[in-house]
C-alpha cells in the first residue's frame, strides 16, 4: 500500500482541501482532511482546540491524526498548514506516500484568510503570518512535487495533479 498515499501541504488558504476533494473523485478514491478528522475525533472545533489546549496541544493531535489516517491504503490527505512545523510529520509522509506541495503566493493567500475565524493562527495578523509563511516555506519544499496554484484555475490544477503526480 506504500506510496498510495497522496499528502497535500502548503500554507492556509493554498486550497489543499478543495482541490484534494475533487482529485479524489476523479481519481476514485478516499479523502480525508485532517483538520475534519482532529474535529470528529475530539468533538471541538479548532478554535476551541486551540483555545484550550494551545497550538502545542493541537500539534500533538495533529501528528497523531496524521498516522492513524494514513493506515489506509489508496487515499488523499489534506493536511492543515503547520503539519510541517514537526519535522518528524515530513519525513513520515514521504516515508508513506507522495508529498505535494500546492504553493501560492503570501499575497493571494493572505486575502484568501485574512478574517478567517475558524483559523486561529490567522489572529497573528499580517506580520505574524507572513513570519510563519516564510519559515515555512523551505519545509513545504521538501514535498516531492511543487504545483504552483497561482492564477490556476481548479480544473487545470486538478489536471496537472493527475498526469505529473498520480501516474508517476
Ligand atoms: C494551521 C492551519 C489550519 C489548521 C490550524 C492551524 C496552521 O489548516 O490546521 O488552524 O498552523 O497553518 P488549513 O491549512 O487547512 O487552514
Not at 501528528?63 to 512545523?85: D, M, N, R, Y
Request: overall charge negative.
Amino acid at each position: 500500500m506504500k506510496k498510495e498515499i497522496l499528502y497535500l501541504i502548503g500554507f492556509m488558504g493554498s486550497g489543499k482541501t478543495t482541490i484534494g476533494k475533487q482529485l479524489a473523485v476523479k481519481e476514485e478514491c478516499d479523502f480525508v482532511d485532517l483538520d475534519d478528522y482532529i474535529v470528529q475525533q475530539n468533538n471541538m472545533n479548532i478554535p476551541q482546540i486551540f483555545e484550550q489546549f494551545g497550538e502545542e496541544g493541537f500539534r500533538s493531535w495533529e501528528s497523531q491524526a496524521l498516522h492513524q489516517c494514513s493506515l489506509q491504503g489508496k487515499v488523499i490527505i489534506a493536511t492543515g498548514g503547520g503539519i510541517v512545523e514537526n519535522s518528524e510529520n515530513i519525513d513520515f509522509m514521504k516515508e508513506n506516500g507522495k508529498v505535494v506541495y500546492l504553493k501560492a503566493s503570501f499575497e493571494t493567500i493572505y486575502s484568501r484568510i485574512k478574517d478567517d475565524g475558524n483559523r486561529p493562527i490567522t489572529k497573528e495578523g499580517l506580520s505574524g503570518l507572513k513570519k510563519r509563511y516564510m519559515n515555512r516555506v523551505p519545509l513545504y519544499e521538501k514535498a516531492d512535487y511543487i504545483v504552483s496554484t497561482e492564477d490556476k484555475s481548479l480544473e487545470e490544477v486538478i489536471s496537472e495533479l493527475h498526469h505529473t503526480v498520480m501516474y508517476k
